[in-house]
């Protein structure tokens, strides 16, 4: 599976949608209705999957599922 | 025709005293009681900042042995219950017991009881368990032990809606007022939950004021560069009673309960709405209990958290329900800039606060405000100074988690 495949993987179990909703170019909040609660939770976890670190300003970064794949792939993540 | 409820008796403790008096004081001062948290270890914590109860001595109110094993927020709400009573002329002439409710809120009760029983638990094995360990986390022991202290037999209670649970239990005292359940309700809110799970907790919902370096500036409610509110803790109480039963014994009435209202959001567990449309059918509903107009409200205390949220949607609310009023002559401010957000006690203090000012003739300001969010633009906030102003009418309003609105609305007292 590649990193992209994970990621989405893991968001559409978080979130209990289809792998097919969730699009890397989603934005979570207007897109796929996950208030900032469902964010910091998710966040958290991918934290835990892929053993990095999120600070509160990289977060402020991250509006999209392509977000996240970019960020963990720039943390030298596969 | 339902009975008319007058207030008769205040105590407080708080971030900015210990008393009525001297949080008063404090609040027309524009002083704040934020400061760094003592109560736990903070150091790895995001947040390091709270409004603390500071140099409060429970042994004037509770035995040795209590003061041990009661948890602070049943010690807070001993003790503004005590100096409401007195304050209210009880030891002269009391309510027969069971005339006299007790109706005291709080969010969370005896967080710090339970977070120490866990630990020792973990650390000490459970037959260091104490006895005492369950019956004073529970929510509604402040309401209990008041109970006892002041020999009230009659309605007892514990709303625990969150931010609004002081307001609530007002509310609920009022019904019981005017229904006959009771001739006398000491009600309120109390809270003491600076803890490392609520502080944690809440950080963890980015939801708190990260201004560490400078406390006393953090709690900003209306301000364009408000990050999140203050948490703190203390009691506010009142003592409510039937006017027939206060012009009886000759008691000080310090103002009049005229309307009371609650309503739900039913929108998000942590957030209003774009407008707050449940706060606007709150405040509406009221006024029509009060039978009053929105022009008669000369002050409005805020539930203000100093969140990006409460506050805007806030703002807006007020606009709606006060049209062009809310605009020109309408005094509103936060008193949460001064003492932080007290949580389940915090509706308690600022029915308090909201009384003072109708008996005082004295607004407390908004402090902290350098410069207004554009969705209060027109309105007076009463920025950073005390104001003198004749309160006829005040409102008071507390917004809670779980989408819980609450209203009051106090008049100085007319025969």
Redesign the interface.
């Known amino acids: 599976m590649t990193l992209d495949e994970k990621v989405i993987n893991i968001i559409a179990e978080q979130l209990g949608r289809e792998t097919a909703e969730c699009k890397p170019e989603a934005a979570f909040i207007e897109d796929l209705g996950v208030d900032s609660l469902d964010l910091f939770e998710l966040v958290m976890v991918m934290e835990d999957k892929f053993q990095v670190t999120i600070s509160d300003e990289e977060l402020k970064n991250i509006r999209t599922i392509q977000d996240i794949i970019n960020f963990l792939k720039s943390q030298g993540v596969e | 025709m339902r009975r008319r409820v007058v207030v008769t008796g205040l105590g407080v403790v708080s971030p900015l005293g210990n008393s009525l008096l001297e949080s008063w004081a404090a609040l027309c001062a524009g002083k704040s009681g934020v400061g760094y948290i003592t109560k736990f270890d903070a150091a790895d914590y995001?947040v390091k900042i709270a409004g603390e109860v500071k140099g409060f001595d429970p042994l004037s109110f509770v035995s040795k042995s209590e003061a041990r094993r009661f948890d602070n927020f049943i010690l807070y709400a001993v003790a503004a219950s005590r100096m409401a009573c007195e304050d209210a002329g009880f030891d002269r002439h009391r309510p027969l017991p069971e005339d006299l409710g007790v109706i005291i809120g709080s969010a969370i009760g005896g967080l710090t009881t339970v977070e120490e029983t866990y630990k020792t638990i973990l650390t000490a094995g459970l037959e260091k368990l104490s006895p005492f360990a369950v019956p004073c986390s529970l929510a509604n022991m402040a309401a209990g032990v008041v109970a006892i202290k002041e020999e009230a037999r009659g309605p007892i209670s514990c709303p625990t809606t969150a931010c609004a649970a002081g307001a609530q239990a007002i509310e609920m005292a009022v019904a019981h007022i005017r229904c006959g359940n009771a001739v006398a309700v000491i009600a309120g809110g109390t809270e003491a939950a600076v803890t490392s799970l609520a502080v944690g907790g809440f950080a963890?919902?980015?939801t708190l004021s990260t201004r560490n370096g400078e406390p006393q500036k953090a709690s900003r409610p209306f301000d364009k560069k408000r990050d999140g509110f203050v948490i703190s803790e203390g009691a506010g109480i009142l003592v409510l009673e039937d006017l027939e039963n206060a012009r009886k014994r000759g008691a000080k009435i310090y103002a009049e309960v005229i309307g009371v209202a609650n309503s739900a959001d039913a929108f998000?567990?942590?957030?209003p709405p774009a407008g707050h449309e449940g706060a606007v059918r709150c405040m509406k509903r009221a006024l029509r209990d009060a039978s009053i107009n929105p022009a008669d409200v000369d002050y409005i205390n805020a539930h203000g958290t100093s969140t990006q949220l409460n506050d805007t949607y806030e703002a807006q609310a007020i606009k709606r329900v006060f049209g062009e009023y809310a605009t020109s002559q309408l005094l509103v401010s936060s008193t949460k800039s001064m003492t932080g957000h007290m949580l389940g006690a915090s509706g308690g203090f600022e029915a308090v606060a909201a009384i003072q000012s109708i008996r005082e003739g004295i607004v407390p300001p908004t402090i902290n405000l350098d410069s207004p969010d554009e969705a209060g633009a027109g309105m007076d906030f009463v920025a950073n100074i005390a104001r003198k102003a004749n309160v006829d009418v005040a409102m008071s309003c507390s917004f809670g988690f779980g989408g819980v609105n609450l209203s009051l609305v106090f008049r100085s007292f007319k025969d």
Not at chain 2, 268 to 271: E, M, P
């Open positions: 995001s963890a919902m980015r998000h567990i942590a957030a």
